[in-house]
């Protein structure tokens, strides 16, 4: 394990909210990765404008001074320079950004030469480095570039926002932490045991239960609420998924302070979960896994795990090919159904 501390103060970026008054308030995004705009007083930057949703937008951080703004099928939308937010935004320095009738600007650079109040400065930020056994599962909207041509950006942004927020509901409900929104997917973690406490996944130390069965429980959620959306909007063809998951040991990032934890896991096994569920499209399935996913499932499941076919598949980015375990959802469900 290491550990570093981080000034909050130094090249933080921040974001600026300009009040009706004329007055303006600085927030610093610093000691998390993630922070939620909206009216609900439980958003990290809470903004009293009636005409912003209760939980309207996210501010996603993904690596030094690179900040999504991702919308979460607000009712009056969010906007990057008056551009409409359909999917998550890459923002740029001085970017302005609008949330129903609230203004605010987004800063990438150092605060040094402007410091935020004593009481929107946060505290040193701790970053712990462990290894863990986690699994990372990748569920991506396809046909998302088809999406943009035939819908209307209104649309386009309801729906899509719709579906981050649920499906990061979805994937807490079952236990899983939402790494990261990348365009037009989810990225999202199951953490089992730090890696000091198992040998491999082949071989689990007394006591040690890899829960994979709700990964695959989260993904089937995501799958069904992703029809209910398909009933809920006016499209000329329904939103298909295709979903990959892989098992293994993970350098896991631990970035916060005093007041709030978060986690973002590195390494090839989260690279492998993309490659996994990139082959979804050559083995013409739903949902595809690793073989170490699926060795921790069958223990699991026990014969129902037959449910999956397998085969040897050429990854990119790998010399040697991988064994992949794929299925559609609809036999997915019926396995997981009580």
Same mark, same amino acid.
């Given at each position: 394990?290491?550990?570093?501390?981080?000034?909050?103060?130094?090249?933080?970026?921040?974001?600026?909210?300009?009040? !009706?008054?004329?007055?303006?308030?600085?927030?610093?995004?610093?000691?998390?990765?993630?922070?939620? &705009?909206?009216?609900?007083?439980?958003?990290?930057?809470?903004?009293?404008?009636?005409?912003?949703?209760?939980?309207?937008?996210?501010?996603?951080?993904?690596?030094?001074?690179?900040?999504?703004?991702? +919308?979460?099928?607000?009712?009056?939308?969010? #906007?990057?320079?008056?551009?409409?937010?359909?999917? !998550?935004?890459?923002?740029? *320095?001085? *970017?302005? &950004?609008?949330?129903?009738?609230?203004?605010?600007?987004?800063?990438?650079?150092?605060?040094?030469?402007?410091?935020?109040?004593?009481?929107?400065?946060?505290? +040193?930020?701790?970053?712990?480095?462990?290894?863990?056994?986690?699994?990372?599962?990748?569920?991506?909207?396809?046909?998302?570039?088809?999406?943009?041509?035939?819908?209307? /950006?209104?649309?386009?942004?309801?729906?899509?926002?719709?579906?981050?927020?649920?499906?990061?509901?979805?994937?807490?409900?079952?236990?899983?932490?939402? +790494?990261?929104?990348?365009?037009?997917?989810?990225?999202?973690?199951? #953490?089992?045991?730090?890696?000091?406490?198992?040998?491999?996944?082949?071989? /689990?130390?007394?006591?040690?239960?890899?829960?994979?069965?709700?990964?695959?429980? =989260?993904?089937?959620?995501? #799958?069904?609420?992703? /029809?209910?959306?398909?009933?809920?909007?006016?499209?000329?063809?329904?939103?298909?998924?295709? =979903?990959?998951?892989?098992?293994?040991?993970?350098?896991?990032?631990?970035?916060?302070?005093?007041?709030?934890?978060? @986690?973002?896991?590195?390494?090839?096994?989260?690279?492998?979960? #993309?490659?996994?569920?990139?082959?979804?499209?050559?083995?013409?399935? *739903?949902? =595809?896994?690793?073989? +170490?996913?699926?060795?921790?499932?069958?223990?699991?499941?026990?014969?129902?795990?037959?449910?999956?076919?397998?085969?040897?598949? /050429?990854?990119?980015?790998?010399?040697?090919?991988?064994?992949?375990? @794929?299925?559609?959802?609809?036999? &997915?469900?019926?396995? &997981?159904?009580?």
């Amino acid at each position: 394990m290491s550990v570093t501390s981080e000034s909050a103060a130094t090249a933080a970026p921040y974001v600026v909210l300009k009040e !009706p008054d004329g007055s303006q308030r600085k927030h610093v995004l610093s000691g998390a990765t993630a922070w939620t &705009l909206g009216r609900d007083e439980d958003n990290a930057i809470v903004l009293s404008d009636p005409s912003v949703s209760r939980q309207h937008a996210l501010l996603q951080y993904l690596d030094n001074n690179s900040i999504y703004l991702i +919308d979460l099928g607000s009712r009056n939308g969010s #906007f990057v320079n008056n551009r409409r937010v359909s999917i !998550p935004t890459l923002l740029q *320095d001085g *970017d302005h &950004l609008t949330l129903g009738q609230s203004q605010l600007e987004f800063h990438s650079g150092s605060l040094a030469s402007s410091e935020p109040s004593p009481a929107a400065k946060p505290s +040193d930020t701790l970053v712990l480095q462990t290894r863990w056994l986690i699994s990372v599962a990748v569920v991506d909207v396809r046909g998302y570039g088809q999406l943009t041509q035939q819908l209307d /950006e209104r649309l386009l942004s309801q729906v899509m926002g719709d579906w981050f927020r649920r499906g990061g509901d979805i994937i807490q409900q079952y236990g899983g932490t939402v +790494d990261k929104y990348i365009g037009d997917a989810i990225m999202a973690v199951w #953490f089992h045991v730090p890696q000091a406490n198992t040998a491999s996944l082949g071989t /689990e130390a007394p006591g040690i239960h890899l829960d994979v069965k709700s990964v695959l429980q =989260a993904i089937a959620k995501l #799958f069904q609420m992703t /029809e209910q959306l398909n009933g809920e909007f006016p499209l000329p063809s329904p939103i298909r998924l295709g =979903a990959g998951v892989n098992t293994g040991s993970a350098i896991v990032r631990q970035v916060g302070n005093n007041t709030r934890q978060e @986690y973002t896991a590195l390494g090839d096994t989260v690279n492998l979960a #993309f490659r996994i569920e990139s082959a979804t499209r050559t083995l013409n399935a *739903d949902l =595809a896994i690793s073989q +170490d996913t699926y060795t921790c499932l069958a223990k699991q499941l026990g014969q129902a795990a037959a449910c999956f076919s397998h085969q040897a598949v /050429e990854l990119k980015g790998y010399a040697h090919r991988h064994q992949v375990y @794929y299925c559609d959802v609809w036999s &997915l469900q019926a396995v &997981l159904s009580p």
